[in-house]
């Protein structure tokens, strides 16, 4: 017992000390965190020790501990393609690689545009045309335009992309992105993690961008959707490069950072086993994926 208390006093002296703050490198802290841990558990086994001071040093190694070190997924598309180590998958809409801002991808809402006379009567003429020669030119100008068509139908669609990935429920997802609209417009990127393909089950992580933007956790079980925690926050439509640090400690403890400031903090107990996918869903917008990577436990 006074070995108990001695290694306890020695591990909050550094556990509070700034320098020691929870973080992936810092090993230090992380031996006293995963010592005191072993003890702690052998304390309350034992009874060795007061109820209240076995629950202050779990919540003090929850607070310090860092449980995301097996480096899962580390991606910043500088190979110049996504669908080669890892290959990501396109579910829908159009994705491309930027040299200078990662995976790229621009989604626009579908608008009904006024056809101007001239082109109605032209499509009049060759609806009575009768020369065999106009109407295969027609054709042929026809079949040139589907390329065009087919890019402007994907920008009219959400643009999402999938990779299969085995990742634990204790999680450390880091995201580094740019919004390229115009801060008067609307805009919104998903990030989901999803225990199937099928996307009706997992966590969504939405962020909608416009002159109220706010950030929505959700679960979504079987379909059904749950709001975990909503959040506003300043347009971020600069862009500027911003960083979303996603985390989920072994006590369904979640946390959100945008730009390394805390913006959610809940616990959520909705999944109990791995997740299979990432998911990266653009709703509307011109938006750019840095970088992405993720630690598990």
């Known amino acids: 017992m006074r070995h108990f208390i001695a290694f306890t006093c020695l591990t909050l002296l550094f556990a509070t000390s700034p320098t020691y703050a929870a973080a992936p490198d810092n090993e230090q802290l992380q031996t006293l965190v995963d010592q005191l841990r072993e003890i702690t558990d052998k304390a309350r086994k034992e009874r060795a020790a007061d109820r209240w001071l076995l629950n202050e040093l779990e919540d003090l190694i929850s607070r310090h501990d860092w449980p995301w070190r097996n480096e899962l997924l580390n991606e910043d598309f500088s190979d110049g393609n996504y669908d080669q180590n890892p290959t990501w998958n396109v579910i829908s809409g ?22 101007a006379p001239q082109q109605k009567e032209q499509k009049k003429d060759l609806g009575k045309a009768l020369f065999g020669a106009l109407l295969q030119e027609a054709l042929r100008g026809k079949e040139r335009q589907q390329p065009e068509e087919q890019a402007a139908d994907k920008r009219n669609q959400p643009a999402e992309i999938q990779l299969a990935l085995q990742i634990p429920t204790v999680y450390a997802l880091q995201l580094e992105f740019s919004a390229h609209n115009p801060p008067q417009e609307a805009g919104q990127i998903e990030f989901s993690l999803y225990q199937g393909s099928r996307g009706d089950t997992g966590y969504r992580l939405i962020l909608m961008l416009g002159d109220k933007s706010s950030m929505e956790l959700l679960s979504r079980i079987n379909g059904k959707t749950r709001v975990i925690e909503r959040v506003e ?58 970088s992405v990577t993720l630690h598990g436990s």
């Open 94 to 115: 159009q994705f491309w690689v930027d040299g200078r801002l990662g995976l790229r991808s621009r989604s626009e809402l579908e608008q009904d545009e006024p056809v």
């Open 233 to 290: 926050f300043d347009n971020i439509s600069d862009g500027q490069t911003h960083a979303i640090e996603w985390r989920r400690d072994p006590n369904g403890q979640i946390e959100i950072l945008l730009d390394e400031q805390p913006l959610v903090r809940v616990r959520d107990s909705s999944f109990r086993y791995p997740f299979k996918q990432l998911s990266i869903r653009n709703q509307g917008g011109d938006f750019a994926i840095g």
